[in-house]
């Protein structure tokens, strides 16, 4: 059980690498302030969960998968990605990162790319398109002072160029980017923002507090955060929800100009 908790944050040193955990990091918000904005973020979950149960529609029947030549190498080269972070991960000491969203993300699109089309695989993907832009924050406010071992440091942009820029435009092309949903249709984003917040507030959260590791900067704000102070959360309620409605229909925008039609459009 030592070697098991040595493997899973005995290498995480706050000292060494400040706003990644620690007492005073744990200690940053209250305890009234960190229920409150549990209560907020559930609140809006809710309201969300209403909407988009009552709006969400899919295809009636499974897309047709395209050509996918490129399907198992990129399979193949994502899941060795994933394996060469959980290594980097046991060996330093960090294996409790891999909570993540950005690891959660790989590993998503890891079973997209062994799946085939169905309506089950697609509502996934849908949301997905949503929830890649956790990818692009970690692209434009890296926060890479932990990766220390050799190569780690280029495994972490290999690893996020693939999630955000390469997977999952792929995934829309062999699948038809008629599949994705309408514009004007909000309820997967409504669906990815539900899941963001289950993941942050109710599985990081409490292991964070448990282990005094700052998963995702749930306890404590990043030193690169603009909003950093007492209510960095209570912003980034309101700013991640806007960034998961507005960024999701972005890149659905940006990828429907860029990738060929089908001759269903």
């Known amino acids: 059980m030592a070697t098991f908790w040595e493997a899973l944050y005995g290498g995480i040193n706050p000292e060494e690498?400040?706003?990644?955990?620690?007492?005073?990091?744990v200690a940053y918000l209250s305890n009234k302030t960190k229920i409150f904005e549990t209560c907020l973020s559930?609140?809006?979950?809710?309201?969300?969960?209403?909407?988009?149960?009552?709006?969400?529609?899919l295809p009636a029947k499974p897309p047709p998968e395209g050509d996918?030549?490129?399907k198992g190498p990129l399979l193949a080269l994502l899941s060795a990605v994933l394996g060469?972070?959980?290594?980097?991960?046991?060996?330093?000491?960090?294996?409790?990162?891999?909570?993540?969203?950005?690891?959660?993300?790989?590993?998503?699109?890891?079973?997209?790319?062994?799946?085939?089309?169905?309506?089950?695989?697609?509502?996934?993907?849908?949301?997905?398109?949503?929830?890649?832009?956790?990818?692009?924050?970690?692209?434009?406010?890296?926060?890479?002072?932990?990766r220390v071992l050799?190569?780690?440091l280029v495994e972490y942009w290999v690893q996020h160029i693939l999630i955000f820029a390469v997977i999952p435009p792929y995934l829309i092309h062999i699948w038809g980017v008629h599949n994705l949903e309408p514009l004007n249709?909000?309820?997967?984003?409504?669906?990815?923002g539900i899941v963001f917040g289950i993941q942050h507030h109710y599985v990081m959260q409490p292991v964070a507090i448990v282990s005094h590791v700052n998963l995702n900067f749930i306890l404590c704000p990043a030193t690169k955060d603009p909003f950093r102070g007492p209510h960095y959360r209570?912003?980034?309620?309101?700013?991640?929800?806007a960034s998961l409605l507005i960024m999701g229909k972005l890149y659905t925008i940006v990828v429907k100009l860029i990738l060929p039609k089908s001759k269903k459009e």
């Open 68 to 70: 996918h030549f490129w």
């Open 234 to 241: 209570t912003w980034a309620v309101f700013h991640q929800t």
């Open 84 to 146: 060469l972070q959980i290594g980097y991960k046991i060996s330093s000491g960090q294996l409790l990162y891999m909570l993540n969203p950005c690891h959660f993300l790989t590993i998503v699109e890891i079973y997209l790319l062994a799946s085939k089309p169905t309506r089950f695989t697609l509502s996934i993907l849908r949301m997905l398109v949503h929830y890649v832009y956790c990818a692009l924050v970690a692209i434009v406010f890296p926060e890479t002072g932990g």
């Open 17 to 25: 690498v400040p706003g990644h955990g620690g007492a005073e990091c």
């Open 150 to 152: 050799f190569g780690e």
């Open 42 to 57: 559930t609140t809006i979950m809710l309201i969300a969960s209403v909407y988009a149960f009552k709006r969400f529609s």
């Open 185 to 192: 249709d909000w309820s997967w984003a409504c669906f990815a």
